[in-house]
């Protein structure tokens, strides 16, 4: 399962293993494995760009994995949230991405934190609230910097998004 989402994560799918996916009974797994199964199912939504497959397949996901398997929840939980971004429900958006920052947060897991850190920011700024955008991005760089972590993928990202709000600041 781990396998399957991962190739998804970089594009490459996998007819067959797709169709399987889709085709499994939930009678042989655990709620664990099934919302596993929910989370791919809701990334190659993700992938088709298909909103009402990912929002079944990601809230079904959300739901069986409530605290037992914290990464692919979150996993889950950031698909559902960019969804909602991209068809412009930003307060949905918002609401899922603090949701996946805290649990990440909480759960230590550093990469789903910059991520889904990286995406509540954005959708703060688009929804114009500038300046908890701005903060959320310096605790963030703040804390890779403190890490040494200058070459993580999200320091360009938190960076050029700062700038992204210095310049609306300038347009209002």
């Not at 996916?21 to 919302?35: A, H, Q, W």
């Not at 199964?37 to 760009?49: F, H, R, V, W």
């Not at 500038?130 to 070459?151: D, H, N, V």
């Not at 360009?156 to 700062?162: H, K, Q, V």
Request: aromatic residues 12%; contains cysteine; hydrophobic residues 40%.
């Amino acid at each position: 399962l781990f396998w399957a989402l991962l190739r998804m994560d970089y594009g490459k799918i996998d007819t067959e293993l797709v169709k399987t996916i889709f085709t499994e009974s939930d009678k042989n797994f655990s709620s664990k494995e099934l919302g596993m199964l929910e989370t791919i199912k809701a990334s190659y939504g993700n992938i088709i760009q298909k909103s009402e497959i990912i929002e079944k397949h990601a809230s079904s996901a959300i739901e069986l994995l409530s605290r037992s398997n914290p990464v692919w929840q979150n996993n889950a939980i950031c698909v559902l949230a960019r969804t909602y971004y991209l068809s412009g429900n930003l307060l949905e958006a918002e609401k899922y991405f603090r949701l996946a920052y805290r649990e990440s947060v909480l759960n230590r897991n550093k990469n789903i934190d910059y991520q889904a850190a990286f995406h509540l920011a954005d959708t703060l700024r688009s929804q114009g609230k500038f300046k908890e955008a701005k903060t959320l991005c310096q605790e963030k760089l703040r804390e890779i910097e403190s890490c040494g972590l200058y070459k993580l993928l999200y320091t360009g990202s938190f960076y050029a998004l700062m700038g992204e709000i210095a310049v609306s600041y300038t347009h209002l």
